[in-house]
């Protein structure tokens, strides 16, 4: 049997090229180390016993990922408390602070992975020719094993939030 390849992903219809492992459903979740809006170190054990659901975006300042965060914004608030929604993007903890400050944000968790792409390399979303991050959606339950995955097949479009928020509530 042949190792599959990379998910296939276009940013505004051109290929781009995934860094990082190709993580499958059952898998661990990889730790990895982002800073919040206060600049505080975060890792996936920041959020142990709780169901995760992380929407890694390019940039909040992009129409796309401002749709998505706001939606995912709307969903938490419908979501028990032992369910969290953190959103990661390359952007500067300080242009996520004052994001969410206008968009009303205060439900999902913005992390950012700024300093060494510590999220990205470790999910395999990484886009090499853009140093950001690609769109997608990764379900972890309260154990850290990886329940759900999407990888946005184009970078532009928004995922599918039924499907991340069911594979969510299906751990509950």
């Excluded at 994001?99 to 205060?106: E, L």
Aim: proline share 6%.
């Amino acid at each position: 049997m042949q190792e599959e390849e990379m998910p296939k992903v276009t940013f505004k219809g051109n290929p781009v090229t995934l860094v990082g492992p190709e993580l499958k459903v059952g898998d661990a979740a990889p730790d990895f180390s982002v800073v919040d809006n206060s600049m505080a170190a975060v890792s996936l054990k920041n959020y142990q016993g709780m169901v995760k659901i992380v929407s890694a975006v390019p940039s909040l300042d992009t129409p796309v990922c401002d749709t998505e965060t706001r939606r995912f914004n709307q969903e938490a608030a419908k979501l028990p408390g032992d369910v969290v929604v953190l959103t990661i993007s390359a952007d500067l903890p300080f242009a996520q602070k004052r994001w969410c400050g206008a968009a009303g944000i205060d439900k999902v968790v913005t992390l950012s992975d700024y300093r060494d792409r510590s999220f990205a390399l470790s999910y395999g979303v990484l886009i090499d020719e853009l140093k950001l991050l690609s769109r997608s959606i990764f379900v972890i339950d309260k154990q850290n094993v990886i329940r759900y995955i999407q990888h946005v097949p184009e970078v532009t479009q928004e995922p599918d939030y039924e499907a991340a928020i069911r594979a969510a509530r299906e751990l509950l």
